[in-house]
C-alpha cells in the first residue's frame, strides 16, 4: 500500500469553522470602526460649512446671495462627504434659515 499524505475532511472542516468565526467577530468590528469614522467625517464637514456661513455673512451681512432661503452647490465649497472626492457617503444641504442638516 501507498503512503497518502494530505489533509483529511475534518481537519479542513475544522479549519473552515475556526475561520468563520473569526470571521464572524472581525467584520462586525470593521463595519461599526467604519461608520464610526464617517460621522467624525461628516461631523467635520457641517462645522466647516458652519465656519463659512460664519465667514460669509460677515462679509455679505446675510447668510445667502439671494432672496431665496437656500444656498446653492455653487455657494458652498462642498456639498458631499468625502470632500475629496469618491463615492460620497453623505450630501449635504443648507437652509440659512435653519441649522445645517445632513
Known sequence: MQNQS?????????TVAIIAILTSIAV????????????????????????FMERYYTAHDRYNNTDDSTLSEGDLPFSTVPKEGGAAYYNITVNSLHLLTL
Open 6 to 14: 494530505g489533509f483529511t475532511l475534518m481537519e479542513v472542516m475544522i
Open 28 to 51: 462586525p468590528s470593521y463595519l461599526n470602526y467604519v461608520t464610526a469614522s464617517r460621522h467624525k467625517e461628516a461631523k467635520s464637514a457641517v462645522l466647516e460649512l458652519g465656519q
